[in-house]
């Protein structure tokens, strides 16, 4: 599977990049169907392949922010700020296991690279099924409280149980 169109130039919102032509190439739009098969693949995977599956996009280069976010469907995107960095967060995940709650990363303002990738995993799931599937593919992590991160190359993975939440009618009366 061709993964490069991950590795795009981030779009910025008014601004028309013609520096850009790679993938500008209408042949490549008809018959590469490489963004489509990631998306099905992160729609289906199990939790610990999505996990080993992020793990090497990251080893393979910076990824688009934009382009990552949309592989994991229609999703609802939030955005924040701090200083020197802009925060996504990505809702409304479209994985049938419902394991994945929330993402959010945090770009550097400057080059648009994630610096840090937060998965917010559901409070239900077995960490040690990521753990045993890192260990096999020699994988270092470090476990925190409710989760774990992976670092390297200057960007970071960090995986935390979320409670699941639950929404109460309230009763007036």
């Given at each position: 599977m061709?993964?490069?169109?991950?590795?795009s130039?981030?779009s910025?919102?008014?601004?028309?990049?013609?520096?850009?032509?790679?993938?500008?190439d209408i042949?490549?739009?008809?018959f590469d169907d490489?963004?489509e098969l990631m998306r099905?693949?992160?729609?289906e995977?199990?939790?610990?392949?999505?996990?080993?599956?992020?793990?090497d996009?990251?080893?393979?280069g910076?990824?688009?922010?934009?382009?990552l976010a949309?592989l994991?469907?229609m999703v609802?995107?939030?955005?924040?700020?701090?200083?020197?960095?802009?925060i996504w967060?990505?809702?409304?995940?479209e994985?049938?296991?419902?394991?994945?709650?929330?993402?959010?990363?945090?770009?550097?303002?400057?080059s648009l690279?994630?610096?840090?990738?937060?998965?917010?995993?559901?409070?239900?799931?077995d960490l040690q099924?990521?753990?045993?599937?890192l260990?096999f593919?020699?994988?270092?992590?470090q476990?925190?409280?409710?989760?774990?991160?992976f670092s390297?190359?200057g960007?970071?993975?960090?995986?935390?149980k979320?409670?699941?939440?639950?929404?109460?009618k309230?009763v007036?009366?």
């Amino acid at each position: 599977m061709n993964k490069n169109f991950l590795y795009s130039k981030p779009s910025i919102i008014g601004v028309l990049d013609s520096n850009n032509d790679e993938f500008n190439d209408i042949a490549s739009w008809l018959f590469d169907d490489s963004p489509e098969l990631m998306r099905k693949k992160f729609r289906e995977d199990s939790l610990d392949e999505l996990v080993t599956e992020i793990i090497d996009i990251f080893r393979g280069g910076n990824p688009n922010f934009q382009e990552l976010a949309g592989l994991f469907g229609m999703v609802k995107i939030e955005e924040g700020q701090q200083v020197g960095v802009k925060i996504w967060k990505v809702r409304n995940i479209e994985r049938p296991a419902g394991d994945l709650n929330e993402i959010e990363m945090h770009i550097d303002d400057q080059s648009l690279i994630i610096n840090k990738l937060y998965l917010y995993i559901d409070e239900s799931f077995d960490l040690q099924k990521i753990k045993q599937k890192l260990k096999f593919a020699r994988e270092s992590y470090q476990d925190i409280s409710g989760g774990l991160i992976f670092s390297e190359k200057g960007f970071s993975i960090i995986i935390i149980k979320e409670p699941e939440v639950h929404f109460v009618k309230e009763v007036t009366g």
